[in-house]
């Protein structure tokens, strides 16, 4: 079973920052793709960005393309995403995500990131 903690969230003013972060406790995720996912109020869950288990490769939703940044520390066993310039429209519940079907993969397979924090809530004040 992965255990994934997500922190970091809060309220912010619009063009603020806040920076996730996503530990992996008891499960060694180093080998793994890994991700961020949102839901908004009312809305689907989307995903936000995905990272590759050596950090080489990155991906980015348009939406926030520019703006955040997904990063890893295989070391510590922990999953960030630095965002900047927040809008309103980023209010959500931010949740981390982990590729655990195949490991060391040769290319990303966003399809196969599945969920299993409780996320971390994130709203944005205009």
């Known amino acids: 079973q992965v255990q994934l903690v997500e922190s970091g969230g809060g309220l912010v003013q619009a063009g603020g920052s806040l920076s996730l972060s996503c530990a992996a406790n008891?499960?060694?995720?180093?080998?793994?793709?890994m991700g961020w996912f949102r839901q908004a109020p009312g809305k689907e869950r989307e995903l936000v960005a995905g990272?590759?288990?050596?950090?080489?490769?990155?991906y980015y939703a348009d939406s926030v393309k520019g703006r955040f940044t997904i990063s890893r520390d295989n070391v510590k066993n922990t999953l960030y995403l630095q965002m900047n310039s927040l809008k309103p429209e980023d209010t959500a519940l931010y949740y981390c995500?982990?590729?655990?079907?195949?490991?060391?993969?040769?290319?990303?397979?966003?399809?196969?990131?599945?969920?299993w924090g409780q996320g971390t809530l994130v709203t944005v004040s205009s």
């Open positions: 008891g499960s060694n995720l180093y080998k793994y793709d």
């Open positions: 990272i590759s288990w050596s950090g080489g490769t990155t």
């Open positions: 995500a982990v590729d655990t079907s195949v490991p060391w993969r040769p290319i990303v397979r966003l399809e196969y990131l599945q969920v």
